[in-house]
């Protein structure tokens, strides 16, 4: 069955300090990868995609992404983060085809200490 | 930038009522979506549009129903609101093809439904 799972329902970084969340996925085919990230009372901002080509994708606000086919994996990165980033984050696998669907992850929330 | 916009953004409804949310964007996409998103569930897919009069289920479909008549507006109906139902309710729309931004969703702000 198609699945995305997100290991971390809850997370807490001090700012400044690097971030990682996890999002690993379920899916026959090729897959299209997203991180979508929803403030509070908003609706999801796309964050960055992987659709092909090279693995590491950078996206808006200083995050990236690593798509690591072997492991099912597309990690979300940031090296420092900043307090703006306390939202909640969701992954995403989709065909990508006309008519395709995507599936997403139970999502993060990221807190963020001063 | 395109921009989605669902008309309600807070409802309260009683148990039995009829229920519209509506969802509009403006930028010719030919697919549109419903999600519902609850805490720790993530977003589940209710039902999506291919084109004006096109719908497909999604994965909760039940208690749902949709309306595409024109292209830019995507309804989604509650027949008979029940307490379950009590949700955030996010619409989406996707340009398809080969062009700049094709396959990827934006969101409108959300409309948040408590049924009483």
């Known amino acids: 069955a198609q699945s995305v799972t997100q290991p971390d329902i809850h997370i807490t970084v001090s700012e400044g300090a690097s971030l990682e969340l996890r999002c690993n996925y379920s899916?026959?085919?090729?897959?299209?990868l997203f991180w979508y990230v929803q403030s509070p009372g908003q609706g999801l901002q796309l964050l960055l995609k992987?659709?092909?080509?090279?693995?590491l994708v950078q996206g808006i606000k200083g995050f990236e992404a690593e798509f690591k086919r072997s492991q099912s994996s597309f990690n979300l990165r940031k090296p420092s983060v900043h307090w703006s980033d306390a939202a909640e984050y969701f992954c995403?696998?989709?065909?990508?085809?006309?008519?395709?669907?995507?599936?997403f992850g139970q999502g993060t929330e990221l807190s963020v200490k001063p | 930038d395109v921009k989605v916009t669902q008309s309600s953004r807070y409802l309260v409804k009683r148990t039995g009522e009829k229920v519209f949310l509506e969802c509009v964007q403006d930028?010719?996409?030919?697919?549109m979506f419903w999600y519902r998103q609850d805490p720790g569930l993530g977003l589940r897919l209710i039902y999506f549009?291919?084109?004006?009069?096109?719908?497909e289920k999604g994965d909760i479909p039940e208690g749902y129903s949709v309306s595409r008549e024109k292209k830019e507006r995507f309804s989604l109906i509650l027949e008979s609101a029940s307490t379950n139902q009590t949700s955030m309710y996010l619409c989406?729309?996707?340009?398809?093809?080969?062009?700049?931004?094709?396959?990827?969703?934006?969101f409108g702000a959300g409309s948040r439904l408590t049924v009483l």
């Open positions: 989406a729309s996707r340009r398809t093809g080969g062009v700049p931004g094709a396959n990827v969703l934006t």
């Open positions: 899916y026959g085919a090729t897959p299209y």
């Open positions: 992987y659709f092909s080509g090279d693995t």
């Open positions: 995403a696998v989709g065909a990508g085809n006309q008519g395709g669907k995507l599936i």
């Open positions: 930028m010719d996409h030919e697919n």
């Open positions: 549009s291919y084109d004006v009069k096109m719908k």
